[in-house]
């Protein structure tokens, strides 16, 4: 079973679209994460969610748009997409905020024409 | 705030050699340190953590790291590869919140290719 999966793998579309990449954990973890990592292996937390509410929220465009129904999904919309949106996102989850383990998704790779 | 330094961009390995990849931490309390392995077009697989206690900590696939305060490093050792180790090794800290407890997402360093020669 797939502890921390996301939908799609693969992302490529035309700058100026809408789109969302998925993320369920089924750990039964309360803290969720969105990472992106760049061109060069970066890797740089974007958000965090604690039990359906927002945590962290670092210095990302307000085109990056979280949503987590339930503490078993996070989701990621990304308005009006652009050149240097293209990355590989991934999903994170942890147990608690008190927890510094995480267990990441797969990834999705997300380009941007 | 913490950061994460992994100076090595590429490291190339004989197999059966060992290996050692460098990661130094800046962090004002006592860091949680990870290393993570990430294969090619895979996602990130927690090798090992120190959170507390014994500073020479083992994790999976063979590999240990030490925590050495004084020198604010937290090495990745291995004695002797395997061609299936190659891949990408990001070292990480964790940070409380501001606020004074918590998960303030993962700070990585910018990883070391690894490369293993037959």
């Known amino acids: 079973d797939t502890a921390v999966s996301q939908t799609p793998k693969y992302l490529v579309t035309q700058m100026g679209n809408d789109k969302s990449i998925k993320c369920e954990q089924n750990?039964?973890?309360?803290?969720m994460y969105w990472y992106k990592q760049d061109s060069k292996k970066f890797l740089k937390i974007m958000f965090s969610?604690?039990?359906?509410?927002?945590?962290i929220n670092e210095t990302v465009p307000n085109r990056f748009s979280p949503k987590s129904p339930d503490k078993a999904h996070l989701n990621l919309h990304i308005n009006s997409l652009e050149l240097g949106d293209s990355a590989v996102y991934f999903c994170?989850?942890?147990?608690?905020?008190?927890?510094?383990?995480?267990?990441f998704g797969p990834g999705t790779r997300l380009t941007v024409t | 705030a913490q950061s994460v330094t992994q100076p090595d961009i590429h490291i190339t390995v004989s197999e059966g050699a060992s290996l050692e990849l460098r990661c130094n931490y800046s962090?004002?309390?006592?860091?949680?340190l990870f290393w993570y392995v990430q294969s090619p077009g895979q996602g990130l697989q927690l090798l090992l953590k120190?959170?507390?206690?014994?500073?020479l900590v083992q994790g999976i696939k063979g590999f240990e790291a030490e925590f050495k305060r004084s020198q604010s490093s937290f090495n990745l050792r291995k004695p002797s590869v395997h061609w299936s180790d190659a891949a990408e090794y990001f070292c990480?800290?964790?940070?409380?919140?501001?606020?004074?407890?918590?998960?303030?997402?993962?700070?990585f360093g910018k990883g070391t290719h690894l490369i293993i020669q037959p």
């Open positions: 750990l039964g973890h309360d803290t």
């Open positions: 994170a989850s942890s147990q608690d905020l008190l927890s510094y383990e995480q267990y």
């Open positions: 969610y604690n039990n359906k509410e927002l945590i």
């Open positions: 120190y959170f507390s206690g014994d500073t």
């Open positions: 990480a800290v964790g940070a409380l919140l501001s606020l004074g407890g918590g998960a303030d997402g993962l700070t």
């Open positions: 962090y004002g309390a006592t860091p949680y």
